[in-house]
């Protein structure tokens, strides 16, 4: 009922374009890997490659953001978009000529990346505005946050289909993608944005910075936790001996999570954001506890499918949170701001289980979750306290 009300919306309809238009995204890291390894005969450098990927569009992204709110989400989401293509096949061409220009051009390729999951979530909230139903909010991100977890299970497996055409090709697949989804999907925005835009130019809201530091740190924790359970998975299947079994499980730790996102639709409004965020921190970390012990008791897939359920209902309160700070003339760059920190989360996840990974095997990098989890529920309890703190003055 919940999703047949916000499909009842008008203007509702550019949904489907947008699960297309973030694919690319899904399949960027994989693929460059991919392209990069086979290219310099490297895993370390095409390690190093990606690495540099998502720093650079945890850098990039807030910077889109900024110029989303100032001059549109239509302009800026097209120009990266095209700007993400020309990069990406620079990628390709560079793969035939030396490491230098690879890295480069991976950098690059990051840096230029549309903010799709910020620019949608701000066309759902203005659009849910605008029509008087902004009761479908956390519909709308729910919905989003399933459609997330989808995309980042259906991605790697395009890569691996696409794979065995050559290295090249889901790089191709992912230029592709921004050329006939993602440009659509940002010339379908945003209309509705003129008058934020005129207030942005003549007067800049403030952004609300400790509450948002707390959101960015949040979405770190998270991040760490999703690069903590890539290499811990990745550790545990070349210990079973069924190193292809990676994709897999992993796969059912991203089926459980878009699961629970879009149970997340039903959960009454009495129940409000800020609980919900220190409840579902607190299940993020019984779900990676559960892991640890799904390891140690080799009952992993049941583990990673317990686990997956408690990412989405997490991640969809952090968004719904960020969206309810930020001043609607700064919603965008309030958002990319939260999501640059995933991937230097899991850029440090990987790092931090990669090293126990060497010395104590998936046991040791599955630690770095619960680590990063309880990291998680501390600000959430830490950031509802402050807010019941400041409603009292």
């Known amino acids: 009922m919940a999703y047949r009300s916000l499909l009842r919306v008008p203007g509702a309809a550019f949904f489907p374009l947008g699960f297309l238009a973030r694919l690319p995204y899904a399949t960027s890291s994989l693929a460059t890997l991919v392209l990069v390894q086979a290219a310099s005969g490297s895993y370390a450098f095409a390690g190093l490659a990606a690495a540099a990927q998502g720093i650079a569009n945890a850098l990039g992204a807030p910077i889109a953001g900024t110029l989303a709110d100032r001059h549109g989400h239509r302009l800026v989401g097209t120009l990266t978009a095209l700007a993400n293509a020309a990069a990406l096949t620079a990628l390709v061409a560079a793969s035939h000529t030396g490491r230098a220009s690879m890295l480069t051009a991976a950098a690059l390729s990051g840096l230029t990346q549309p903010p799709i999951g910020p620019l949608v979530r701000v066309h759902w909230s203005r659009l849910l505005h605008a029509r008087a139903r902004p009761d479908l909010i956390p519909t709308a991100f729910s919905y989003e946050a399933t459609a997330d977890e989808i995309s980042f299970v259906a991605g790697p497996a395009l890569v691996g289909l696409l794979t065995t055409l050559g290295p090249t090709a ?5 230029i592709a993608l921004l050329l006939l989804a993602t440009v659509p999907f940002a010339l379908s925005l945003t209309q509705g944005s003129t008058e934020d835009r005129k207030r942005t130019h003549t007067s800049r809201t403030p952004l609300p910075r400790l509450p948002l530091a707390a959101m960015f740190l949040a979405m770190a924790a998270m991040g760490t936790v999703f690069g903590a359970v890539q290499t811990g998975v990745t550790a545990y299947s070349n210990e079973s001996g069924h190193p292809g079994s990676a994709g897999l499980l992993y796969a059912v730790f991203g089926i459980g999570s878009a699961m629970a996102g879009a149970a997340c639709a039903w959960l009454p409004a009495r129940f409000g954001l800020r609980r919900r965020y220190v409840t579902f921190a607190a299940t993020l970390l019984l779900g990676t506890l559960t892991l640890v012990a799904g390891e140690r008791g080799h009952v992993l897939p049941a583990a990673m499918a317990v686990a997956g359920v408690t990412v ?68 959430a309890v830490a950031a509802v306290l402050a807010h019941s703190a400041r409603t009292r003055r």
Do not use: K, M, W
């Open 312 to 379: 989405a209902p997490y991640l969809i309160s952090l968004y719904a949170l960020t969206e309810r700070l930020a001043p609607a003339d700064r919603a965008t760059v309030a958002l990319t701001i939260l999501c640059a920190g995933g991937p230097l989360g899991t850029a440090t996840g990987q790092a931090l289980a990669g090293y126990l990974a060497d010395r104590h095997g998936s046991a040791g990098a599955f630690l770095v979750a619960p680590v990063a989890a309880a990291a998680a529920l501390l600000l």
């Open 170 to 174: 889901p790089t191709a697949a992912a």
